[in-house]
């Protein structure tokens, strides 16, 4: 496996891993990394080994750097097929990112290639690898490769098996929140989001009194001050969300940025959400969440948009309307997909076996 650098990367390479490994119990999955990436935390976290090779990242303009790419590129492709040779690898599937080049250029001739592509518009790395595969498989259509098979991303089995209702009270008890309040859950990622902090810490007095709760993840680096109103329900900030499966079971809504695999986990269990796209790039946090928005599951703020009265006049009217969550909740699932783990890994041990 092939995708490092960004847990958008890393984790549906590990939610891939543990279903091949469910499905052949005597296969054997082997992570390929840079020393730069998340991998080198991830990726061991979870049970299996990581092979790093040299990073080769594209240069966004011309620069002595771009001169010593082919020598880089060699080097990197060099190592990998070393690396390739010693595993007795039987197929390469890339994620995208810096690894994933090197993977496919290793690959090439070699090893069956299978690419995934989780984000709205591919990246440099799958569209050359997707050249050279024996099968190339998206999350959602018209991503840039073309003929790729639309099954979603695939996600971790606590995710794709959550019954939300079954766990709420639990849910809520984990994080000290009120027992039947309409909660909000707030994150930016894992680094967190200003604008989500800035906004709702200014709009925590409102929501208080107006029966509202909030579980707020600000991020590591970053504190979130609140006055907590007296006999309101508790608003909770923490710095990060250890256990994801136990946020989206605590809330009514969500208000989050809008990477690919939020999305998809947002989908997944069917919880209706507020995205506010990142704002910088190229777009694609907005076009990710487009799928889930068009189909009435999802609203769309611009992170200049999102501010303490924003979340006063919209989120919290919309927290507290059941019927219109009812609504969002059965839109949202009907744009996820559950099974693109299963998918997928059949799919790689079907190319594996040929």
């Excluded at 599937?93 to 090439?108: E, I, M, N, P, Q």
């Excluded at 909030?214 to 969300?241: D, E, I, M, R, S």
């Amino acid at each position: 496996m092939a995708g490092g650098g960004t847990a958008g990367h890393i984790e549906p390479a590990m939610a891939l891993a543990d279903t091949v490994r469910r499905i052949r119990p005597d296969s054997r999955v082997v992570a390929l990394g840079t020393e730069r990436g998340l991998e080198t935390e991830l990726v061991p976290k979870r049970g299996y080994p990581l092979e790093l090779v040299p990073p080769v990242p594209m240069p966004r303009k011309a620069s002595t750097e771009l001169l010593r790419m082919p020598m880089k590129v060699r080097d990197s492709v060099r190592r990998t097929r070393e690396v390739l040779d010693r595993v007795g690898a039987d197929v390469v599937v890339g994620f995208g990112g810096y690894v994933s080049l090197s993977a496919y250029l290793g690959a090439r001739g070699r090893v069956p290639i299978v690419v995934h592509e989780a984000n709205a518009r591919a990246g440099l790395s799958n569209k050359v690898g997707a050249r050279l595969a024996a099968r190339v498989l998206a999350a959602v259509p018209d991503s840039g490769l073309p003929g790729a098979r639309v099954i979603g991303i695939p996600l971790r089995e606590s995710i794709t098996g959550l019954d939300r209702a079954a766990l709420r009270a639990r849910a809520r008890a984990h994080y000290g929140l009120h027992p039947e309040a309409p909660t909000i859950l707030v994150f930016g990622g894992s680094q967190g989001a200003q604008t989500l902090n800035t906004a709702f810490s200014g709009a925590a007095d409102a929501l208080g009194r107006a029966g509202v709760g909030v579980l707020h993840a600000h991020g590591p680096k970053n504190t979130v001050a609140v006055q907590q109103v007296p006999g309101a329900p508790p608003y909770v900030p923490v710095p990060y969300l250890e256990r994801m499966d136990l946020a989206y079971a605590a809330a009514d809504l969500v208000v989050c940025r809008s990477g690919a695999m939020t999305v998809a986990e947002v989908s997944a269990v069917g919880l209706p959400a507020v995205f506010v796209p990142l704002p910088h790039g190229n777009g694609e946090q907005a076009l990710n969440a487009q799928p889930v928005v068009s189909a009435g599951g999802a609203r769309l703020v611009t992170d200049e948009e999102l501010t303490a009265q924003r979340v006063v006049d919209e989120i919290l009217p919309l927290v507290r309307d059941p019927d219109v969550l009812a609504r969002m909740n059965r839109a949202t699932l009907e744009t996820g997909h559950r099974e693109a783990d299963r998918v997928l890994a059949e799919t790689v041990l079907e190319v594996a076996a040929r």
